[in-house]
């Protein structure tokens, strides 16, 4: 039988004191955003309904996409009605466009935060002076202090954070998500996402898998090459971040001005050269009325280029002439025998 080990009470308060004075382990870090891509999110979500206690939007890289239904809202929140699936707060907002704690697609409901753990907390944010806030940051107030009853949260474009800036924030039932100018009261303070990343510095755009450009999509508006000649040049496509060029398959030369054998040349191997065969007169029977009496009686041909006229049925060099509408005159004629 194992005796039990008794533990004094002195040294038993001790360990569990200790115990209690452990830090707690700190939130795995979000991913890493640059400036610019906040933004571009932030751009994406204008136009969608304000709905309080949730944040998801449809987009089109840096632009809205309403193909979804940017949803409505009436009333006065939070006791306001929304109808429709889209929309958000402002905090449900600034955690979408912000992607804390982790990434997650705008068209996913999420609302992970409240204005209270923005201003009040340092989760995934850290507090700033207000004098050294930059684009993407964010502005934010809790009514009363900490914990408060209420407040709000914008993201900074620009301009003065004391007073009137540039915004991007789910201002409210009647505004929706908004781009605007804001005044900032001097109860906001100013916060900073953690793991930012250096902006994007746009360059031309290239099929590299890469946003080069910085407008949010890859591999997009690329200057594609041709491959190819003739009806076999084609242009080239880029997939995965990899451009490829496939010429179109040649076929027998024909003569229509095209260089359908893709050899560089239009016409040629004799496509329009004609046999001997293929070259006949016509005869008779494939000529015009007036060729072919001329061609059974030479003698006519001279006659029928004649301006004969007088009456029906008169009779000149031999030759009668019968009235034949259509001709000039209204009435001329037609030379018969």
């Not at 982790?102 to 907390?121: A, G, K, M, V, W």
């Not at 494939?286 to 001329?294: G, V, Y």
């Amino acid at each position: 039988m194992r005796r039990a080990i008794m533990i004094p009470a002195a040294l038993a308060l001790m360990l569990s004191a200790s115990v209690l004075l452990l830090p707690a382990s700190a939130p795995a870090a979000p991913a890493e955003m640059s400036r610019d891509e906040i933004i571009c999110l932030a751009q994406s979500g204008v136009g969608f309904s304000y709905w309080w206690g949730h944040g998801g939007w449809c987009h089109d890289g840096c632009a809205p996409d309403f193909s979804c239904s940017a949803g409505s809202c009436s009333g006065s929140c939070p006791d306001c009605s929304h109808s429709g699936s889209y929309g958000a707060d402002c905090s449900g907002f600034a955690a979408k466009v912000w992607q804390v704690p982790d990434p997650i697609d705008l068209s996913n409901d999420d609302h992970p935060y409240s204005t209270e753990d923005f201003r009040c907390s340092e989760i995934h944010w850290t507090q700033i002076d207000k004098g050294d806030i930059q684009i993407a940051d964010a502005l934010v107030y809790r009514s009363g202090g900490c914990p408060g009853s209420g407040g709000h949260i914008v993201i900074y474009e620009s301009g003065d954070p004391w007073g009137s800036s540039w915004t991007y924030e789910a201002r409210g039932c009647s505004y929706g998500i908004v781009h605007n100018s804001r005044t900032v009261s001097s109860e906001y303070i100013a916060i900073r996402r953690s793991s930012l990343t250096a902006s994007c510095v746009p360059s031309l755009e290239v099929c590299d898998g890469d946003d080069d450009d910085c407008d949010g999509l890859v591999d997009d508006d690329i200057d594609s090459y041709a491959c190819g000649t003739g009806e076999c040049e084609r242009l080239s496509a880029c997939a995965g971040g990899v451009e490829t060029c496939v010429p179109g398959d040649p076929r027998p030369e024909i003569c229509d001005g095209v260089d359908n054998d893709c050899d560089g040349a239009d016409d040629d191997d004799g496509a329009c050269v004609q046999d001997d065969q293929d070259v006949q007169e016509l005869q008779p029977e494939e000529m015009p009325d007036e060729a072919q009496d001329a061609a059974v009686d030479p003698a006519l041909d001279d006659a029928v280029q004649q301006d004969v006229t007088g009456p029906p049925d008169a009779q000149v060099d031999g030759i009668f002439q019968q009235p034949v509408l259509g001709m000039e005159g209204g009435c001329g004629c037609a030379l018969t025998r």
